[in-house]
């Protein structure tokens, strides 16, 4: 059975794009929440890009009193690392990566596709982006971390060995302690994997500098 495409907001920066970026909200949020995120960054120079912010299923979510929300993944629990919703990761990675051809049937290669995501969004980020079997032109991993990180090895795809990863997390971070996000990046190079880290003193957020380094790193993978 065809599970049914995510419903997602779409936003070109100019007509007949050849780039697409495939923006993952966090928990209890929606595509909704990066958009404005798109005005202010300095794309001089890019090619037209669509950007893609799907909504994530709802789920009751255990940390939260089994409250309904919109979620990539349940969180079973305020350690992150021990428990996890295995199960509800990897179908969301399959959500993401029917989302991903689809982009491909549009007309934009997989090399021109950028995963995204912020929070739980930049678990699925590395979750389908590290896993995927085409090169990706990059991850954009922002106050989040690597889940089910003890199969990463087995299950990584010679494809994305080489992609860019810019990795960003906020110093005061009380949701996603970035300890976690540390681990995720010593990990991640210990694999090889070329990282871009970038730390700021923020709490579970994005701030200025964070959106000016964004646009950087966008301009470098797309040029």
């Not at 920066?13 to 970026?21: E, G, L, Y």
């Not at 789920?59 to 305020?78: C, E, F, H, K, Q």
């Not at 990566?97 to 969004?121: D, M, P, T």
Request: proline share 5%; aromatic share 6%; net charge negative.
């Amino acid at each position: 059975m065809n599970t049914p495409l995510l419903e997602a907001i779409e936003l070109e920066t100019a007509p007949n794009p050849t780039v697409s970026v495939i923006w993952m909200h966090g928990l209890g949020a929606d595509g909704s929440d990066f958009v404005p995120i798109v005005r202010e960054l300095d794309l001089k120079g890019c090619p037209a890009i669509r950007f893609v912010f799907p909504h994530a299923p709802t789920m009751p979510v255990t940390v939260n009193g089994g409250y309904v929300m919109r979620a990539w993944y349940d969180i079973l629990g305020a350690d992150l690392a021990r428990r996890e919703d295995e199960q509800g990761l990897r179908a969301s990675q399959t959500a993401i990566e029917q989302l991903i051809e689809r982009e491909k049937s549009r007309g934009i290669a997989a090399n021109r596709i950028v995963l995204a995501g912020f929070s739980q969004g930049c678990a699925m980020t590395l979750q389908t982006g590290l896993r995927h079997h085409e090169k990706l032109a990059g991850l954009l991993c922002l106050s989040g971390y690597l889940p089910i990180h003890t199969t990463i090895e087995a299950e990584r795809h010679s494809a994305n060995q080489s992609t860019p990863i810019f990795i960003a997390h906020g110093r005061a971070d009380q949701v996603i302690p970035i300890d976690r996000a540390e681990q995720s990046r010593d990990l991640l190079q210990s694999l090889g994997y070329p990282v871009e880290w970038h730390e700021y003193m923020m709490q579970h957020a994005v701030c200025e500098e964070e959106i000016d380094d964004i646009g950087s790193w966008l301009r470098r993978v797309l040029a």
